[in-house]
């Protein structure tokens, strides 16, 4: 199965900077999701991109997706304190009977303000 | 619309006994998994329900974590007997689809082993 591998690990920033972070994965896929976990919580889902698709926004978030490089990115711009929280990438299990998805490691974003 | 729903949010329990965890997913959603998430790491798929039927189960560790999802809805996952490895955080989520649809979660269930 493929997993998603986030990169950097863990990221500090102050208040007003943009946050960049990285996913690659292993083998093709026909979307990519990304989605939050702040500390204590359950995760909460971001974007979904597919693969027909280079780029997505949702209001201060910007996703993109390079399939030819196996890999997306996940931007925040004028990042705010409460943006802090773990950033997890997921992809599409399809060793599965129906599918599921495979969670990275995540990375851990904290801004200071 | 209410949320994906569980309970307890906290446990703590010693090893070798047992424990159960309550899901109450979102309304009309299908599909019902429930993870694993060990502290630093990224969830991990124990088992998924599509309606009241499993669909996915090859990573539970069937000797000891059982679950099962009545009339298509609720859901709830046992842990017996427990081992200190079994100390993570519980989650719950839900969806319409498989693993091309958003998945809800809930709050989760912080389960300790002494």
């Known amino acids: 199965s493929q997993q998603g591998e986030e990169d950097p690990q863990a990221l500090s920033i102050q208040e007003g900077e943009n946050a960049t972070m990285n996913c690659s994965y292993k083998t093709s896929i026909n979307n990519l999701q990304w989605y939050r976990q702040n500390s204590g919580r359950g995760l909460v889902h971001l974007i979904l991109?597919?693969?027909?698709?280079r780029e997505k926004h949702s209001g201060r978030l910007r996703v993109t997706l390079d399939t030819s490089k196996k890999s997306s990115s996940l931007l925040i711009t004028a990042s705010r304190a409460a943006d802090t929280a773990s950033y997890f990438c997921?992809?599409?299990?399809?060793?599965?009977?129906?599918?599921?998805?495979?969670f990275g490691k995540g990375t851990k974003l904290s801004v200071k303000p | 619309e209410a949320g994906v729903a569980q309970s307890p949010r906290y446990k703590i329990i010693e090893k070798r006994q047992s424990v159960a965890f309550w899901c109450n997913p979102i309304?009309?959603?299908?599909?019902l998994y429930w993870y694993q998430q060990i502290l630093g790491q990224g969830p991990k798929l124990l088992i998924q329900?599509?309606?009241?039927?499993?669909?996915?189960d090859s990573q539970l560790p069937k000797d000891r974590f059982s679950a099962e999802r009545l009339k298509g809805v609720d859901s709830t996952l046992k842990i017996q007997p427990a081992k200190l490895e079994d100390s993570a955080v519980y989650l719950c989520a839900s969806s319409l689809g498989g693993r091309d649809y958003e998945q809800y979660f809930g709050p989760g269930t912080r389960l300790t082993v002494t």
């Open positions: 309304s009309g959603h299908a599909t």
């Open positions: 991109i597919r693969s027909n698709e």
């Open positions: 329900f599509q309606n009241n039927g499993v669909v996915d």
């Open positions: 997921a992809t599409p299990d399809y060793g599965g009977s129906q599918g599921n998805l495979i």
